[in-house]
C-alpha cells in the first residue's frame, strides 16, 4: 500500500457524534499534516503534527501520532453537517521533497 | 493576500491538442507543487519547483509533461497532445519553506478540471 494511507475509506455519522479517522504511513516522517477537502474544491490545512510530538489539538480537532506504530488519528469531536468533507493526512518524508498524499476518508455528518 | 490563484477554472480540450494550466503562488512564496486528483482518490504528486528551477519532477510522466516556474510570472503545467486519461483535476500548492528545510503547510489553489474530449 502507497504511503499515508487513511481508513475508513468512507464514514458516516450523526450530528453530534465524534468521527474518527486513522492515517499508516511506511517511512520515516519530519512531520504529518490533515488537510480537509470539500467537493470541487482544493485543500485546506487543519493541522500539522511534528514528529517529536505525540498529540496535538486545535478546536475540535485533536491527532495523535505513534511513530514507532507509524500511524496517527484525527478525531472531530462533536461533528456538525458542515464538517462533511474529504479528509487527508499528508507525510512530509525524510527522504522526500514533497508532501505525500494517501487516498482520503469521506465523512458525511447526517444533520 | 490573495491565495494560490489557478486557472483556467476548467479546461476543454480535444485529443492531441495542448493544456496550460497556470498557478500564481501566495505573495511571497517561492515553492510550488503541481498535484494531480482523479475522481474519488487521493493527490499524486507530480513536480516540485523554486524559481527557475525544478527540483524534484519524479511523478511526472516523462514525454508530452513539462512544468516551468519562471522568475517572473506564474508557474505553468503543460501538456501536449492530450489525451482522454489525462483528464482530472490539477491542484497546485505553494509553501514557504522554513530553515529546518522540512515542509510546513500547503497552501491549495482552487485546481484546473481538464476534460479531454
Known amino acids: 500500500s502507497q504511503q499515508g494511507e487513511e481508513d475508513p475509506q468512507a464514514l458516516s455519522i450523526q450530528e453530534g457524534e465524534n468521527a474518527t479517522m486513522n492515517c499508516s504511513y511506511k517511512?520515516?516522517?519530519?512531520?504529518l499534516q490533515w488537510y480537509r477537502q470539500n467537493s470541487g474544491r482544493g485543500l485546506v490545512h487543519l493541522i500539522l503534527?511534528?514528529?517529536?510530538?505525540r498529540e496535538k489539538h486545535s478546536g475540535r480537532l485533536r491527532v495523535t501520532l505513534d511513530t514507532s506504530k507509524k500511524s496517527s488519528s484525527l478525531l472531530i469531536t462533536a461533528s456538525r453537517a458542515a464538517d462533511t468533507a474529504s479528509y487527508f493526512c499528508?507525510?512530509?518524508?525524510?527522504?522526500?521533497?514533497?508532501?505525500?498524499f494517501g487516498s482520503g476518508t469521506r465523512l458525511q455528518v447526517q444533520p | 493576500n490573495a491565495g494560490v490563484m489557478q486557472n483556467p477554472r476548467h479546461l476543454v480540450r480535444r485529443r492531441g491538442q495542448e493544456a496550460r494550466l497556470r498557478c500564481s503562488p501566495m505573495?511571497?512564496?517561492?515553492?510550488v507543487y503541481w498535484y494531480r486528483q482523479l475522481p474519488e482518490e487521493g493527490l499524486k504528486f507530480m513536480v516540485y519547483?523554486?524559481?527557475?528551477?525544478?527540483?524534484?519532477e519524479s511523478g511526472m510522466p516523462k514525454e508530452r509533461f513539462s512544468a516551468e516556474f519562471p522568475k517572473e510570472g506564474p508557474s505553468i503545467l503543460r501538456i501536449q497532445q492530450v489525451v482522454r486519461g489525462d483528464s482530472a483535476a490539477y491542484f497546485c500548492?505553494?509553501?514557504?519553506?522554513?530553515?529546518?528545510?522540512?515542509?510546513?503547510?500547503?497552501?491549495f489553489g482552487s485546481g484546473t478540471q481538464l476534460s479531454v474530449l
Open positions: 500548492a505553494s509553501s514557504l519553506q522554513d530553515r529546518t528545510r522540512s515542509i510546513e503547510k500547503l497552501f
Open positions: 517511512t520515516s516522517i519530519n512531520n
Open positions: 503534527i511534528r514528529s517529536n510530538e
Open positions: 499528508a507525510t512530509d518524508e525524510r527522504s522526500g521533497r514533497a508532501l505525500t
Open positions: 505573495k511571497g512564496h517561492s515553492h
Open positions: 519547483l523554486q524559481k527557475e528551477n525544478i527540483i524534484d
